[in-house]
């Protein structure tokens, strides 16, 4: 902690030690800020708030609605939303409604609701097993401990875009130092380059104008 300081003494030490002055309590009196890299801050404050995210979502229950005759890709996206809930510590609740004749064939709604179970073993389990309930069938999973459960495959896609991100940050702030140090050393061979021939040639054209 380094006290309460005017701004100009706070940029100059950002300045010093190559890293970026953040503003995190614009309201306090004096205003609060951070010495820190903004593509690192902005990394922190994503991992807060997926932290948060998991505390608030413990207790909620999300439902997921199957069909008999479901199309393949619809199954394919109702699972990755599965997928997602359970990674976020929620429960899923998967409901399959039968209409009208397909009550006839109930077996068939069994063994889809069987494989979408199957599916989502590496991240949930079932409290008890799938019953049949009017006109419906219904299962509740719960997610498995974080140890024990498998990483949610778009969580990798956001783990690489958010290192990319702190990566571009970073590039950009030695790329301004870079781009200043290659400035200063082109306006020094200029000045210490000698004059070219267009130059000469303006000057005796100049000095013979004069002679005439």
Do not use: W
């Not at 199309?71 to 359970?86: I, N, R, S, T, W």
């Not at 958010?162 to 870079?178: D, Q, S, T, V, Y």
Request: hydrophobic share 35%; with cysteine; glycine share 8%.
């Amino acid at each position: 902690m380094l006290g309460v300081m005017p701004l100009g003494e706070a940029i100059k030490l950002a300045q010093m030690k190559s890293v970026d002055l953040v503003e995190i309590a614009p309201n306090a009196t004096p205003p609060v800020c951070r010495l820190i890299a903004f593509g690192k801050y902005r990394y922190e404050l994503a991992k807060q708030e997926k932290e948060s995210r998991k505390h608030q979502h413990a207790n909620k229950v999300k439902e997921i609605q199957l069909s008999p005759n479901i199309d393949p890709h619809d199954f394919g996206v109702k699972l990755q939303h599965a997928v997602d809930f359970l990674c976020e510590d929620m429960k899923v609740k998967i409901t399959l409604r039968f209409r009208g004749r397909e009550m006839a064939h109930k077996e068939f709604g069994f063994e889809q609701v069987d494989r979408f179970v199957k599916s989502l073993t590496p991240y949930g389990q079932p409290d008890a097993p799938a019953k049949l309930i009017g006109k419906g069938i219904n299962v509740m999973l719960s997610p498995l401990p974080r140890a024990k459960r498998a990483k949610n495959p778009r969580q990798a896609e956001r783990d690489l875009e958010l290192a990319a991100e702190r990566a571009a940050a970073k590039a950009a702030g030695n790329g301004g130092e870079e781009l200043e140090e290659s400035g200063s050393e082109h306006a020094e061979q200029s000045e210490d380059s000698p004059p070219s021939p267009g130059d000469n040639d303006t000057d005796s054209t100049a000095n013979g104008e004069a002679t005439e």
